[in-house]
């Protein structure tokens, strides 16, 4: 009788193990590394309805969400509605366009999913709202949200709904940035300030200050320097990281992510330009990050690196070398 009562015992912890895996799985997107490949087609490009946001409370805090990535300044900007967290008038959709949502532009699809994660950059486990707050005081030179505001439960709910919908597996493209042909040569701020005259002036100014909007509450183009720019060690402060992303995405009326309109080589000599701290001027920082100079990303431009190359190449290449040095240690160079 008493191995029969085992035996049952035995059984229904099986059950209620693989039962409580489906609704785990089944919540954050299906399989044990939390993709659905019977949902998507192999090589398809992520995408999101956003018309399928559901009603209620939960739908309320959904939307919420996705307005504060699209008008960021409007609600905890400098003059915020909402609050004032934002120390420029940046919104979230300027680097993670269509409101996380568009291909190959930083997009935040599986970011739900992929926290708790290490982070080279501060060289610890970070939650997913400690995620939200690096950006919004990093890029946005802001001040942390509370964990328990009516924002970050939005910016939260907005996250969790796009990862809930999205149909991925691991050949969906568009979740991260494209892959460049990184060229022999460094890169050029001397090339990229003609590139820059002729592909960004336009939108962002001569000077990088971008366009305000008619109503001064935010950007139509965010600045690209200057002391209401994005913070130096920011992602896009960061050549390479910068490069990948304007190729699928700039100029924005030009290109897209099968038809670029710039190359690798002209996107690095334009991040280079942009991102010279030695012609252009940007907001302070009080301390830099990747405490473990091993860890650190081969664009980051501040040493100690754990390799013999230095500032200078780290910051705008030839990024080939560095690469193959790691690669010869076994390691794989991160970007």
């Known amino acids: ?40 087609k192999a090589d398809s490009v992520v995408t999101i309805d956003t018309t399928k946001i559901p009603d ?9 969400g996705r307005q504060l990535m699209l008008h960021t300044a409007y609600y905890i900007g400098p003059d915020g509605v909402n609050g004032h967290y934002t120390n420029n008038k940046m919104n979230c959709t300027n680097c993670h366009q269509d409101a996380g949502t568009k291909a190959f532009s930083l ?33 946005h030179l802001g001040k942390p949200l509370p964990l328990d505001s009516k924002e970050m439960i939005g910016f939260m ?25 990184l060229p022999d040569r460094a890169a050029s701020p001397v ?25 001064n ?13 994005y913070q130096p060690g920011s ?17 924005y009326d030009k290109a897209t992510h099968d038809k670029p309109y710039l190359t690798s080589a002209q996107a690095l000599d334009i991040a280079a330009f942009i991102n010279d701290d030695k012609i252009h001027q940007r907001p302070p ?25 230095s500032e200078q190449q780290h910051k705008f290449g030839p990024f080939k070398p560095i690469v193959e040095y790691w690669k010869s240690k076994g390691a794989n160079p991160g970007f």
Request: net charge positive.
């Open 1 to 40: 009788m008493k191995k029969n009562y085992l035996y049952i015992i035995g059984i229904l912890t099986v059950i209620s193990a693989v039962q409580l895996y489906s609704s785990c799985s089944e919540s954050k997107g299906g399989t044990p590394d939390n993709l659905r490949p019977a949902e998507a």
């Open 56 to 64: 209620g409370k939960y739908g309320d805090a959904v939307r919420y």
């Open 107 to 139: 997009n935040l699809v599986t970011s739900f999913r992929n926290y708790p994660s290490y982070r080279a950059r501060e060289g610890k486990v970070l939650s997913l709202a400690d995620r939200i707050n690096n950006c919004i005081m990093h890029p």
């Open 157 to 181: 709910s907005y996250l969790k709904w796009l990862c809930d919908s999205a149909r991925v597996d691991r050949h969906t493209l568009g979740l991260k940035n494209v892959d460049i042909d």
């Open 191 to 215: 090339a990229g300030a003609k590139l820059y005259a002729e592909n960004c002036a336009r939108c962002h100014g001569d000077n990088g200050q971008g366009k305000m909007r008619f109503d």
């Open 217 to 229: 509450a935010t950007y139509q183009y965010p600045p690209l320097w200057g002391l209401k720019a």
């Open 235 to 251: 992602s896009m402060h960061r050549i390479v990281k910068e490069a990948q992303w304007l190729v699928s995405n700039m100029p």
């Open 285 to 309: 920082v009080k301390e830099f990050q990747y405490p473990n100079a091993e860890e650190k990303a081969i664009d980051y431009d501040r040493g100690p690196f754990k390799d013999p190359f």
